[in-house]
């Protein structure tokens, strides 16, 4: 279970920078597995491999170049318009509406950014289908980080740039601990969101970071839970 946030160590914050998917929605909602198999889908096409033969390609780029997307850009020099608009068209229907997390998120005091690896229309998509989208002051998408994805230093140091962000006022949420490296070096507090009751779900050991333990902050498998509990005011 979450261990609930002391609210002094988040006093400071002014800004707050989500990850998008599998951390403003849960694993188990199963809705980034749909873009997962439109990637493996879309690598099979471009170079006329079997199934088997494309998702082992598939996660070979997405470890060395950070997102397939990048490694095929660089390997195959694709157009990243239409890989984006192929791999997002996603049934949204599967994400049910979150008022808690909503109505946590509205509370929290200062800014608030979805930072993402994917393209604002689906970023705009999945938080309008949470009940979410009204509570965000912009987005930071894989378009505006010049399409070099997250982990790359230059890329949270362009979002930090362009939305006048510090990193000691900012806390960061992330499924991804390897994502976090970066965010702690400047100074952010930094959010581990796993699975519900830390269950593996849908995740797979190449999304696994053991390694970046240390870049981690908190950990929660609850994120409602535990940003009602940074604002609550004790009784």
Request: glycine share 4%; aromatic share 10%.
């Amino acid at each position: 279970m979450t261990t609930l946030p002391d609210p002094a160590r988040f006093a400071h914050v002014t800004d707050w920078v989500f990850d998008l998917d599998n951390t403003l929605y849960p694993h188990h909602s199963n809705l980034f597995a749909q873009i997962d198999v439109k990637m493996t889908a879309y690598v099979g096409e471009l170079l006329t491999l079997p199934r088997d033969e494309a998702r082992k390609l598939q996660k070979e780029l997405y470890l060395e170049y950070g997102t397939t997307l990048n490694g095929l850009m660089t390997r195959h020099g694709i157009d990243p318009d239409d890989f984006l608009e192929k791999v997002h068209d996603i049934d949204y229907s599967w994400l049910v509406p979150d008022p808690v997390l909503g109505a946590a998120i509205r509370q929290l005091p200062g800014r608030k950014f979805i930072f993402t690896n994917g393209d604002r229309r689906h970023a705009e998509r999945t938080a309008r289908q949470l009940g979410i989208l009204e509570h965000f002051d912009a987005i930071f998408d894989i378009v505006a980080a010049g399409l070099n994805p997250k982990p790359a230093r230059q890329t949270y140091e362009r979002f930090a740039e362009l939305h006048a962000v510090t990193g000691h006022n900012a806390v960061m949420f992330e499924d991804l601990a390897r994502n976090l490296a970066v965010p702690k070096s400047l100074g952010m507090t930094t959010v581990l969101v796993v699975p519900r009751h830390f269950e593996p779900t849908f995740s797979e050991i190449w999304e696994r970071d053991p390694a970046n333990e240390d870049d981690v902050d908190f950990v929660t498998d609850d994120l409602a839970t535990f940003l009602t509990a940074i604002v609550e005011v004790p009784a």
